[in-house]
Every structure is written in structure tokens, then in C-alpha cells.
């Protein structure tokens, strides 16, 4: 199998975006690059879903991995990734600080 790196661009929280959990993109073998792949949670679970265009036929997939065995492995690389991201975000979110106290500055008597 070729060499995968896959990036989540953007990730929203349930329901504000519809279905979409997240966006990414994947490089194949460092040389083919795949921009728009979506991360959707549907009725069964989350599940990846390759850039399309709307035709009069519904949506027709722009590009899409050609053998099962690249397409398991393409969606467990975005399912990863969107689980190390979710990590990171949680790790990273800043901690809810107490306000400061104002200082007292010095005080200026009347004129």
C-alpha cells in the first residue's frame, strides 16, 4: 500500500454543520494530494465521505479509492486522525482562569 498522510483541515461539533464532523485532507505516496474528504456521522456511526459535485443524478464522487483494500485503509487513516485531533483539541483547551482581581492603582484626591 502506498504511503498515506492524512490532515484534518476543519472539525465541528455535532450538529452545527449537519452531519460533518470534520474535513481532511490525504496526500498519496507524497505525490497526489485529495482536499474536501468529510468526516459525516450518520445513523450507523461515523463514516468518510470523498469530494463530490451534484449532477442531475444526485451526487457522482469526484475522486474514490478504487479497491476495498484502499478504501479500509483510507478511512481508518481519517477515523485516526479525527480521534488524534479530538485528542489534541481536548489536551489543548485552555483552562478556565479566575478573573483577576482588580488592582487598586493609586487614587488622585479632588482638585
Not at 485528542?87 to 482588580?102: D, N, R, S, V
Request: charged letters at 15%.
Amino acid at each position: 500500500m502506498p504511503n498515506l498522510d492524512v490532515r484534518i483541515t476543519s472539525m465541528y461539533p455535532p450538529g452545527s454543520q449537519g452531519g460533518t464532523r470534520a474535513i481532511a485532507s490525504a496526500t498519496i505516496a507524497g505525490c497526489f494530494a485529495v482536499r474536501g474528504v468529510k468526516l459525516m456521522e450518520g445513523s450507523n456511526g461515523l463514516f468518510v465521505s470523498m469530494p463530490s459535485r451534484k449532477t442531475q443524478d444526485g451526487y457522482k464522487d469526484i475522486c474514490f479509492p478504487v479497491t476495498a483494500e484502499f478504501r479500509k485503509e483510507l478511512h481508518q487513516a481519517v477515523l485516526g486522525a479525527y480521534e488524534q485531533a479530538l485528542t489534541m483539541a481536548q489536551t489543548a483547551a485552555p483552562q478556565t482562569a479566575a478573573p483577576q482581581e482588580e488592582q487598586a492603582g493609586p487614587q488622585m484626591a479632588g482638585l
